[in-house]
């Protein structure tokens, strides 16, 4: 069984290089957004929206020029992703859709047992989609409540998540973050749609689905985080026979870091990649900003490990008890992260607002990296589609961001 040695430094630049987060950057356009989301599997949805939802913010780190309507057609336009359960709500190829079948089984057999008033109307729902087209909830006059998967509901809404569940319904396009729901077989190909698991028993999709979890990130370990959220069955039990499975498969390899401790993962496919790093000179850092949800940080103790960097995304944490703010965001640059910043949007005119900036402790500034963070701020600006940023005056003189507010295009409102 190979195993590896490598130092921190090198270990982060293999997974920046795998996550498209190091540079020469070669995700442009639509394809790229393909080329990105085939070799990590999934990206994870949220709907809250401050400067972009989770998945765009995720993209625009990484896809040159990327701007949302990319991603919109190729979910709703030209069908190429689809909205499903991966890693919670994720969006991921649509050829990857037998791979979960036994998930549409399962919620199949669940409704069956749970949940007789949803069932009981589903053929007339059928016949309002026949005879309409596509339909949300509100389009349907089902108001009776529910109890449902996360609470009580209106039996309509609960009808097209059960049908969505079990595959029948596809999400047609989303008006906001509510869902239009459309017949499978209208948008996914019959041989995708008819296709059987390709997963014959329960190790088989064990080991597949550990082996794209860690193709979603590029390093993991085996310890329990949420990013092994969306694996049905995989306690740490089932999850360290998987892995010593996959290691005898030679599907995978072990890699030691120097630094820390446990052992971690990389999919062996995924060596010509690790050896072209660690052949390459380091290139001229760039900075990025990162979704809080980001592939790269859904291990966050594994990123404090690896990055020295602490980021708990704050949502849900109670005013008192923050030690930031609502939504805030990782800045990275070269292969640390350097700050986090709290955004917002105008909502009149669409002006992104700079609220408040940290510096992580012992970052040294310089002239070469206020270059490359006010450019990372020009394009972040740019994919936003607003004219113009407003820094709080408190933000700008607690954090000296005068050499951001002399380079980019500042509302002096």
Not at 16 to 33: S, T
Not at 236 to 254: C, D, F, V
Not at 287 to 309: G, M, Q, Y
């Amino acid at each position: 069984m190979d195993t590896l040695t490598l130092t921190k430094a090198h270990a982060r630049h293999f997974i920046l290089d795998h996550q498209g987060l190091r540079p020469p950057y070669e995700l442009e356009g639509k394809c790229g957004v393909l080329h990105y989301i085939h070799r990590v599997g999934c990206i994870q949805f949220d709907p809250l929206n401050i400067v972009g939802r989770n998945p765009e913010l995720v993209l625009q780190a990484r896809v040159s020029e990327f701007q949302p309507r990319m991603l919109q057609e190729l979910l709703y336009k030209d069908r190429k992703l689809i909205d499903g359960y991966d890693k919670m709500m994720s969006i991921y190829c649509v050829e990857d859709w037998p791979y979960f079948r036994r998930r549409r089984d399962s919620a199949r057999r669940r409704l069956g047992k749970r949940f007789e008033a949803v069932s009981s109307i589903l053929p007339q729902i059928r016949k309002e989609i026949e005879e309409r087209g596509p339909l949300s909830s509100l389009d349907l006059t089902y108001d009776q409540k529910v109890d449902w998967s996360w609470g009580s509901t209106r039996l309509a809404r609960a009808a097209l998540e059960s049908m969505y569940f079990l595959g029948e319904l596809v999400i047609h396009h989303k008006i906001n973050t509510r869902k239009v729901y459309d017949f499978a077989k209208r948008h996914i190909p019959e041989e995708l749609l008819s296709a059987s698991d390709p997963n014959k028993t329960e190790e088989q999709y064990q080991d597949w689905h550990v082996l794209r979890r860690i193709g979603s990130v590029g390093l993991l370990w085996r310890a329990a985080s949420n990013v092994w959220h969306g694996i049905h069955g995989t306690r740490s039990k089932e999850r360290n026979a998987t892995l010593s499975r996959l290691l005898r498969q030679g599907k995978i390899m072990e890699i030691r870091v120097e630094g820390i401790k446990p052992p971690l993962y990389m999919r062996s496919e995924d060596k010509p990649r690790l050896k072209q790093v660690l052949g390459s000179d380091d290139p001229l850092p760039r900075a990025a900003v990162l979704a809080p949800l980001d592939n790269l940080l859904w291990d966050r103790r594994f990123i404090t490990e690896l990055f020295d960097f602490d980021y708990r995304w704050e949502v849900y944490t109670p005013v008192a008890k923050r030690r930031y703010g609502y939504y805030v965001l990782p800045v990275l640059y070269g292969d640390r992260f350097v700050a986090r910043f709290e955004p917002g949007r105008d909502k009149t005119n669409g002006t992104f607002i700079l609220k408040n900036w940290w510096w992580e402790p012992e970052v040294t500034q310089s002239e070469r990296m206020h270059f490359e963070l006010s450019n990372c701020f020009k394009r972040f600006i740019r994919y936003l589609s607003a004219d113009v940023l407003r820094i709080e005056s408190t933000t700008a003189d607690q954090a000296n961001l005068s050499w951001l507010s002399s380079s980019v295009n500042l509302d002096s409102s």
